[in-house]
């Protein structure tokens, strides 16, 4: 359990540094974007053109793994919410041959919804 803990606080510290490097390469797109107008003698519109274009692609790629990361921490969080519920139930005693309660719907001891399945993907959230 010690263990889990210290895990947590990691990647909540590594998810804490990703949050600073994305706000520091959109401030940084930001000045690409206004310096682009103005670009220096040395460099040729093609060459300002083409880098913006790999910075702008390079962003995008950014944008998408963050809402990779963002999908999978929610299905693990929903993931480990009903391994919490199975573990409650698990540990709760009940009668020998008792399948649960009476008129008790499968899923509803653990919590879920009356109709939802038990593994239902969780609800999309956004980044802030």
Do not use: I, M
């Not at 990647?11 to 107008?37: C, M, P, S, V």
């Amino acid at each position: 359990s010690g263990s889990l803990v210290l895990l947590g606080e990691r990647w909540r510290l590594a998810w804490r540094r990703g949050d600073e490097l994305y706000y520091r390469a959109l401030l940084k797109l930001t000045q690409l974007r206004e310096a682009r107008r103005r670009p220096h003698e040395d460099l040729s519109g093609r060459e300002v053109q083409k880098a913006a274009g790999f910075v702008e692609h390079g962003f995008a790629l950014l944008l998408r793994q963050r809402e990779a990361l963002q999908a999978a921490v929610e299905h693990c969080a929903a993931l480990d919410a009903r391994l919490e519920r199975l573990a409650n139930l698990s540990a709760r005693p009940s009668a020998p041959g008792a399948g649960g309660a009476p008129g008790e719907v499968p899923g509803e001891a653990l919590g879920e919804a009356p109709g939802q399945p038990l593994l239902a993907p969780p609800c999309r959230a956004t980044f802030v």
